[in-house]
C-alpha cells in the first residue's frame, strides 16, 4: 500500500476501521456463544485479519508522519500492543488449535484499541523522531511492545484456563466450555508463551542497556519500569519451571502481571522527556 | 400401490424386550442361510438386512404385495420363532414411512442411546453386505446412499451427536478435556467391578497409553489384566504408586475409603505440573472427597457422571424436533425420486399405478 492510498483516510480512521472489525469479531463471537454455538474460526479469522489490514494502514500513515515506529504516546503504545498480540494469533495461533483464542484476542484487542482511540488526552501529544537517528533504541521499543503482545496472548490463555478449571471444578462441561482446550494444552501454551515473552523482553533491555550504558543520565523510569516487568515474568517462569507456580495460580500470576505491564505504559509514556518535535506540529488529519 | 412397494419389517428395542431380540438375534450361520434364501424369495427384487444386538430390520423393494410377508416368514422359520408371536413385536412400515425410518436409524434418533454415531457404521456395513451379495438395486441404492447424506447433515446442522451419554465415554470426555490427548496418559484401574471395567475398556479404545488393573483379589485383577491386555499390580502398593498414573478409576466394593487424600498429596508433589484424574465410581465412594480440593488433582464421583450423561441425553432429546424437521425435507425429496421407479417395478410387474 503506497503513502497515496494510505491518505484515503487519516491514521485515526484506518485505525477505528480496524477497532470496528476487532468488536465485530467479539460481538459475532458473542452471539454465537448466547446461542450455545460455536464461534465460527474462518470468520473470526477473517475479521481479525482484515481488521489487521486496516490497523496497519493506521500505523503505518503514522508511522511516515512521525518518522519511525510509532510509539510515541499512549494511543501508539497501546494500538503497537494490540497489534502485536494480533500478528502472534494470525501467524502462530492457528498452531495451538485453541478455538476460543481467536474470540478471546478479538476481545482484547477490540478494548486495547477502542480505548486508546476514546481517549483524547492520549493522542493530544505527538512525538516525532523519537528515536533520533539510532536504530537499536528504535529497535529496542519496538521489541519491547512486540514482547507485551505476547504477554498479552499468554494473558488471554490464562482466562482460557481459569474458565476450564473452573468448568472442571464446577462439573459444567457442557455448553460453551466444550469448545475450551484441555487443561494440559493451555498449561503447555501458557509456558511458552512466557519463554518466549521473557526472552523477547530481556532482548529488547539487552539491546537498550548497550545505548543507555553509554549515557547512563539518559536512563528514565521507563526503563526502570520495563525491567521491573520484565523481571517479575522471569521471576514466574523460573518458579513455574521449578514447579513452585502452578495451574490456576500461575495463571492468575500472568494475568495479574499483564494488567500491571498495561499500566505501566502510561506510566513509562508520562516519564519520557518531551522530544524535540514534540510540539513541531506533527499533523492529526489529513492535509 | 406404490406405497406397498418398499418396506421395512423387523423388530427393535421399542417394542421388543431384550429376551425376545435375543431370540430375533441372526447368527452368522442363519443369517447366510437367510441372505440365500431371500436372494431366492419370489416377488422381492431388492434387498438388505439391518441386524444389530437392538434390532432386527429387513428394508426391501417388493414386486408384488405380498413379499414382505414372505420375508417375515423365512426370518421366523429360520429363527424357530413363532410367525404370531413374531406379529406382537414387529414395526412394519411401508413406503414414504420405510424412508423416514432409515434416515431416522442413520441419525440415531431411533437408537436406544439417542444420537449414538455406532448404528450409522451399521447401517453402511450393512448397505456394503446387502451390495455385496447384489441384493440391492436402483431403488436401495439411492435410499441407503442419500439416508447416509441426509445423516451426515443432520448431524453436523444440529447437536444431536454432542455431548456423551454413558458413564463410561463421559468420562473419558472429561479425560479428554485435561489432557487434550490420552496418548500420553496412563490409566490405572482399582477394583474389578463391571462399570470399571467398561470405563477403562472405553479409555483403551481410545488410544490410553496403557493400563493397570489392582483389586482386593490379586487373582481377579490378573484375570482381568490378561483379558483387557493391561498389567497388574498389588492392592497394597496402590497409593504407592498413584504418581505413575494419570487417570485413576475406582470401582471396588471396599465398605470405605481405599485412596487417602495424603496419598495423593504424597503423589502430586512427585508430579505437581501433570494433572491426576480420579473417577470414582464405587459406592461407597472409594476416594476421600478432601483429595478434590489438591492443586491439580480433579475428581468426579458417580453422581457427578450420571448428571452430565443426564444433561447430554436432554440436551440431544430437544434437538429431536429440529432433526426430524430437516430429515422430513430430505425424506420427502427422496420420495420423489423413488416413487417413479417403484411405479416403474409397479407397472412392470403388472399391480398397478403407484398412489
Known sequence: MNRAMLEILTDREWLWGGAALYLAGFLLGTVSLLKGGRP?????????AVGFVLQNAGLAERGHAVGGCPLGNNLELFQFTAWSAITLYLFIGVTFRTSLLGYFTACLTAALTILSLSIPAWDATRRAHIFGKNPWIEF????????????????????????????????????????LPSVLDLDHIGVRLLLAGVVLLGASLAVG?????????????GMLITAWVWVAYAAALAMRIRGKLLAKR?????????????????????????????????PHERP | ?????????????????????????????????????????PGLSEFAVLNTCNRIEFYGVASDA???????????????????????????????????????????????MLGETEIFGQLKEAYAAAQAR?????????????????????????????????????AVELALNIFGTLAEARIFLLGAGDIGEKTAKAFQSRGAASLTVSSRRIERAMDLATQLGASALPFDQREAKIA??????????????????????????????RPLFYIDLALPRDVEAEVASIQNVFLYNLDDLAKIAEENRAARAAEIAKCRALLAERVDGLWRQVEPQLASIAGRNGSGPPA
Open chain 1, 209 to 221: 542497556s548497550v545505548y543507555w550504558l553509554r549515557d547512563p543520565a539518559k536512563v528514565g523510569a
Open chain 2, 244 to 273: 505413575d498414573f494419570d487417570v485413576v478409576v475406582c470401582s471396588t466394593s471396599a465398605p470405605g475409603t481405599v485412596v487417602s487424600a495424603a496419598a495423593t498429596a504424597a503423589a502430586m508433589k512427585k508430579r505437581p505440573a
Open chain 2, 134 to 170: 447384489k441384493s440391492t438395486g436402483p431403488v436401495l441404492n439411492r435410499v441407503f446412499q442419500k439416508a447416509f447424506q441426509a445423516a451426515k447433515h443432520v448431524r453436523s446442522s444440529t447437536a444431536i451427536t454432542v455431548g456423551q451419554v454413558s458413564i463410561a465415554n463421559v
Open chain 1, 140 to 179: 529496542h521499543a519496538a521489541l519491547a511492545l512486540f514482547s507485551y503482545g505476547v504477554f498479552a496472548l499468554l494473558a488471554l490463555t490464562s482466562i482460557l484456563f481459569v474458565l476450564r478449571i473452573y468448568s472442571l471444578q464446577s462439573k459444567r462441561i457442557g455448553g460453551w466450555f466444550s469448545f
Open chain 2, 1 to 41: 400401490m406404490s406405497s406397498s412397494s418398499i418396506f421395512v419389517i423387523g423388530a427393535n428395542h421399542h417394542r421388543a424386550p431384550i429376551e425376545v431380540r435375543e431370540k430375533l438375534s441372526l447368527g452368522p450361520e442363519n443369517a447366510t442361510a437367510l441372505d440365500a434364501e431371500l436372494s431366492n424369495l
Open chain 1, 40 to 48: 465460527s474460526s474462518i470468520v473470526m479469522y477473517c475479521l481479525i
Open chain 1, 250 to 282: 500461575f495463571a492468575w500470576t500472568c494475568l495479574v502481571l499483564f494488567a500491571v505491564a498495561l499500566l505501566s505504559l502510561p506510566l513509562i509514556d508520562a516519564s519520557r522527556h518531551p522530544a524535540p518535535a514534540a510540539d513541531a506540529g506533527v
Open chain 2, 66 to 112: 405380498e413379499a414382505a410377508e414372505r420375508v417375515e416368514a423365512a426370518f421366523c422359520a429360520r429363527q424357530r420363532f413363532d410367525v404370531a408371536e413374531f406379529g406382537k413385536f414387529r414395526m412394519d412400515l411401508r413406503g414414504r414411512e420405510a424412508l423416514q425410518h432409515l434416515v431416522e436409524v442413520a441419525v440415531g434418533l431411533d437408537s436406544q
